[in-house]
C-alpha cells in the first residue's frame, strides 16, 4: 500500500511525534481545508496505530461518543461507541471540530486527556483505561470572526495546540502537485491565484480558498477541463452565491490564466 501523501509544512511532525511519545493531546486549529486531518492520517499511519475518526456536529453527545445500551432480539446489549473502541484498542482518535459538539462531550474528555489517561463510562460504572498507543488529537476552527463556537480556555489548556494556516506558494504548488499529478506550472498558478483572493479582504469572503479547493480545480485541470473554468467549478462557485463577488473573482482567474 502506498502510504498517505503528506507534505510537511514546518515542524509539525516532529511535534506530534514527541506529543505521542508523552501522551500529551494535540489540539490543531485553523481553517478548513489546511491539512489537519490529512496530517493525523499520516501520523497515526507512521506510528503504526490504528486512526479513529469522529467528525463533531451540533448533535455530537457523549452518549453518540462512548456508547449506549441497544434492545436486539428482546436483549439489553451494550454498544462500544467510537471512543471507547479508539480507548480500547490504543488507536488515535482524532475529533474533528471538537467546539461543534454538546458540552457534556468535553466532560468525558478531561479525564482522556490528563494523566490518568482514563475513560469513564458512567452508564456501566466502569473505567476504561487507555491501550498502549492511544492518542487524543481535536481540531477546531478559530471562527472568531465568523461567529463559529468557541473551545473554553480551561479545555484548550489540556492540549498541546498546532496551528495549521494556508501554506506559502511553494509548499502549496508541491502538495497540489504531490496530490494530483498536475503539471507544476498549473499547481503554481493555482496557488499564486489562491494567495491572491486570500488578500481581497473588500469581497467579503466568509470563508477563503483552501489547499482543499485547489487540488479540487487541478483534478479537473487533469481530467482535461480548461483551467478557468476548472477554477470557476472548484473555486469560484463553492465560495460564493453572490454575482458582485463572482465577477471580482473570475477577473482573478481571468489575470491568472
Ligand atoms: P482539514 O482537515 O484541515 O479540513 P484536509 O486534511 O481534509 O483539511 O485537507 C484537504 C485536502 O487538502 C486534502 O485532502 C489534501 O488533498 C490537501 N492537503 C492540504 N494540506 C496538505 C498537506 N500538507 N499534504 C498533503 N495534502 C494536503
Redesign the pocket.
Known amino acids: 500500500m502506498t502510504p498517505t501523501?503528506?507534505?510537511?509544512?514546518a515542524d509539525e511532525c516532529t511535534v506530534f511525534h514527541h506529543a505521542f511519545e508523552e501522551h500529551l493531546p494535540l489540539c490543531l486549529k485553523?481553517?478548513?481545508?489546511?491539512?489537519?486531518?490529512?496530517?493525523v492520517e499520516a501520523m497515526a499511519e507512521r506510528l503504526g496505530r490504528p486512526l479513529v475518526t469522529v467528525a463533531c456536529h451540533d448533535e455530537t453527545s457523549a452518549v453518540d461518543l462512548v456508547g449506549r445500551y441497544l434492545i436486539r432480539g428482546g436483549e439489553t446489549v451494550w454498544q462500544d461507541g467510537p471512543v471507547t473502541r479508539a480507548v480500547r484498542a490504543g488507536a488515535v482518535l482524532y475529533l474533528?471540530e471538537i467546539a461543534e459538539a454538546r458540552p457534556d462531550v468535553i466532560v468525558v474528555l478531561h479525564p482522556l486527556s490528563d494523566h490518568r489517561r482514563v475513560l469513564y463510562i458512567e452508564q456501566r460504572d466502569e473505567a476504561v483505561p487507555a491501550a498502549n498507543g492511544f492518542h487524543l488529537v481535536i481540531?477546531f476552527n478559530p471562527g472568531y470572526q465568523r461567529g463559529l463556537k468557541e473551545l473554553k480556555a480551561s479545555t484548550r489548556q489540556r492540549f498541546v495546540s498546532l496551528a495549521?494556516n494556508y501554506?506559502d506558494v511553494e509548499i502549496e504548488t508541491d502538495?497540489v502537485v504531490?496530490?494530483t499529478g498536475v503539471d507544476k506550472k498549473i499547481a503554481r498558478r493555482l496557488s499564486v491565484l489562491a494567495h491572491k483572493i486570500r488578500k481581497l479582504d473588500h469581497l467579503g469572503l466568509g470563508e477563503l480558498p483552501?489547499?482543499?479547493l485547489l487540488?479540487d480545480a487541478a483534478k479537473l485541470v487533469r481530467a482535461g477541463l480548461e483551467p478557468r473554468r476548472a477554477c470557476q467549478v472548484a473555486i469560484v462557485e463553492s465560495l460564493t452565491d453572490d454575482p458582485d463577488v463572482r465577477d471580482g473573482l473570475n477577473e482573478a482567474i481571468a489575470l491568472a490564466f
Open positions: 501523501f503528506y507534505r510537511p509544512v485553523g481553517p478548513t481545508g489546511t491539512g489537519k486531518s490529512r496530517f474533528d481540531s495549521f501554506p502538495i504531490g496530490e483552501s489547499t482543499r487540488v
